[in-house]
């Protein structure tokens, strides 16, 4: 499978899903942090990707977004 459609995969099977650096409980940058933050604020359920331990997937992100910065966060898909 390509990593277009890891990515697809993924964005289709949870509802909220960020793709960051580290984890919620880990963040290795402070933009990864307040987003996080934000979303444990609303009580919202989320799934997240460490895009750290996959450099293919970091970089097809980048192409698949066409944004080249993390996170990056989808909700219902978009």
Same mark, same amino acid.
């Given at each position: 499978?390509?990593?277009?459609?890891?990515?697809?995969?993924?964005?289709?099977?949870? %509802?909220? !899903?960020?793709?960051?650096? =580290?984890? %919620?409980?880990?963040?290795?940058?402070?933009? *990864?942090?307040?987003?996080?933050?934000?979303?444990?604020?609303? =009580?919202?359920?989320?799934?997240?990707?460490?895009?750290?331990?996959?450099?293919? !997937?970091?970089? =097809?992100?980048?192409? &698949? *977004?066409?944004? %080249?910065?993390? %996170?990056? !966060? &989808?909700? *219902?898909?978009?």
């Amino acid at each position: 499978m390509d990593i277009k459609e890891t990515i697809k995969e993924q964005i289709a099977a949870n %509802p909220v !899903l960020i793709y960051m650096k =580290g984890s %919620p409980d880990a963040p290795q940058c402070g933009f *990864s942090s307040q987003a996080t933050q934000i979303l444990m604020a609303c =009580g919202e359920r989320f799934a997240f990707v460490n895009i750290l331990d996959n450099q293919e !997937l970091r970089e =097809g992100l980048k192409v &698949y *977004s066409s944004w %080249p910065t993390y %996170p990056q !966060l &989808y909700v *219902s898909g978009e």
